[in-house]
C-alpha cells in the first residue's frame, strides 16, 4: 500500500475537523458572541486598522450626510464606528467571498440596528390560509435566471427606521404576481400593511403583525386576502412610522390575494416556484448584512434565526476569485435599505445549504385577484 504524504494527512484532517465543526454549530445562532469566539483577535491586531479611523469617519459622514446633536453624541458613534470596523474585520474573515466594511450602518450598534432595520416576528405562526405548495417539476431550471430581466420588480425602496421589512418583502411578491398576471408592473403599499395589518396569532398573546415593531410576511398575505387588497403606493404612500392610523381605502384596490403557499425548503422547489409564481417572500439571518457590501455571502458561521424580510428575485453563479475556476452559486435577494446598501440594494448569498436560514421561510402568492383603477 502507498504510503500517504504527511502534508496528505495534515489536510485530510483539517478537512474532517473542519467538517466536525461546521455541524456542532449548524443549529446555533450566529450573534456576535459566538463571532467574536471563533474569530478572535487581541486588540492590538487591529491597532493599524484604526489609525485611519478619523478620516474613515469623515468619509463616512460625508458620504451618508451623517451630523449628530451634541460633541458627546458625536464621540459615541465615532466609538460605535471604530467597534464597527473590527466587527466588519470578523465578518470578512468569517465570509471571505463577500465584501465587509464600512455601510450607513456604522455607527450603529448591533441592538440598535436590529430594532430599527430588522422586524421578523418570529412569534407568528402559519396562517390557517395558507397551503403547502404543490411540488414543480425541477428537470429543466435554467442555470440562472433574476426577474428584474423581465420587468417584475419594482424599484428598490427604502424603509428607513421602521422595523417594516416584513411589508416591504410582501409586497415584493404581490408586485411580481400581479406582474405575472396582467403584464403591469405597480407599486403597492406597505404603509397600508404598516398602518392596518394586525393580524394575529389568537393562541400567543401578543403574536400581531405590529407596523414598525415588526410582523410576518404569511400573516400580511392572510390579511391582505382578509383585506380585500393593496392600494398603490401613490395612494398610499411610504412615511415610515406606524402612528398615523389606518387609512385603507377599499375602492382604491389594485391587486388582492386569493391564495397564497409556503415552499419546500429544498431549494430546486424553491427555484421553480421563483420561476412560476415571481419573486418569493423569504426570512433570513441578517448579522452580516450590516457590514456587506458586496460579492457573494457564504460565512462559514451563521445561524437559522430568521430576524429580517427580503425578496428572493433570482438565483446565478460567479467565480470565487481565491479559487481559481471556482463556482459560486447563489440568491439573488432585494432589500428595502435603498440603493445606497450592498450591490445598488440588493444582497447575493450562497444557495446549497441553506445559509442564514434562507430556505427555512419561503411563502408564494400562487393566485391573485386585480382591480383595475
Known amino acids: 500500500m502507498d504510503r500517504f504524504s504527511p502534508s496528505f494527512l495534515f489536510l485530510f484532517s483539517l478537512l474532517l475537523l473542519s467538517s466536525a465543526f461546521a455541524s456542532s454549530i449548524a443549529e446555533l445562532d450566529a450573534d456576535e458572541p459566538l463571532i467574536r469566539q471563533v474569530v478572535s483577535s487581541d486588540d492590538g491586531a487591529d491597532d493599524h486598522e484604526l489609525l485611519d479611523a478619523d478620516h474613515h469617519f469623515s468619509v463616512f459622514k460625508s458620504k451618508f450626510g451623517k451630523t449628530y446633536a451634541t460633541q458627546e453624541e458625536h464621540d459615541y458613534r465615532f466609538g460605535v464606528f471604530k467597534a464597527n470596523l473590527r466587527r466588519a474585520k470578523r465578518h470578512q474573515m468569517l465570509d471571505p467571498s463577500a465584501v465587509h466594511g464600512v455601510t450607513k450602518f456604522s455607527d450603529l450598534t448591533s441592538s440598535e440596528f436590529r430594532r430599527q432595520f430588522l422586524g421578523l416576528n418570529r412569534k407568528l405562526r402559519l396562517p390557517a390560509d395558507a397551503h403547502k405548495a404543490p411540488i414543480l417539476p425541477t428537470n429543466d431550471l435554467p442555470t440562472d435566471f433574476d426577474w428584474r430581466d423581465h420587468g417584475a420588480v ?192 440588493y444582497y447575493k448569498i450562497c444557495r446549497g445549504r441553506n445559509v442564514c436560514g434562507v430556505d427555512s421561510m419561503v411563502s408564494t402568492v400562487a393566485s391573485i385577484h386585480t382591480t383595475s383603477h
Open 154 to 345: 419594482t424599484g428598490v425602496k427604502d424603509q428607513g427606521s421602521c422595523g417594516s421589512c416584513w411589508a416591504f418583502s410582501t409586497t415584493g411578491a404581490l408586485e411580481g404576481a400581479h406582474f405575472l398576471a396582467t403584464g403591469e408592473l405597480v407599486s403597492l403599499s406597505e404603509q397600508q400593511l404598516v398602518d392596518c395589518d394586525h393580524e394575529c396569532d389568537p393562541e400567543e398573546y401578543g403574536a400581531c403583525d405590529s407596523g414598525c415593531n415588526g410582523g410576518l410576511m404569511t400573516s400580511a398575505f392572510e390579511y391582505t386576502l382578509k383585506a380585500g387588497g393593496l392600494e398603490r403606493e401613490e395612494d398610499y404612500p411610504y412615511t415610515g412610522t406606524d402612528r398615523g392610523g389606518c387609512k385603507f381605502d377599499k375602492t382604491k384596490v389594485v391587486a388582492s390575494v386569493s391564495n397564497f403557499s409556503v415552499v419546500s425548503t429544498d431549494e430546486d422547489q424553491i427555484a421553480a416556484n421563483l420561476l412560476k409564481n415571481g419573486p418569493l417572500a423569504v426570512g433570513i439571518n441578517a448579522v452580516y448584512m450590516q457590514t456587506y457590501i458586496g460579492g457573494v455571502s457564504c460565512p462559514y458561521i451563521c445561524g437559522k434565526h430568521l430576524d429580517h424580510g427580503v425578496l428572493l428575485v433570482g438565483y446565478g453563479s460567479s467565480a470565487y476569485a481565491p479559487i481559481r475556476f471556482k463556482e459560486k452559486p447563489y440568491w439573488i435577494v432585494k432589500n428595502s435599505w435603498g440603493e445606497s446598501w450592498g450591490e445598488n440594494g
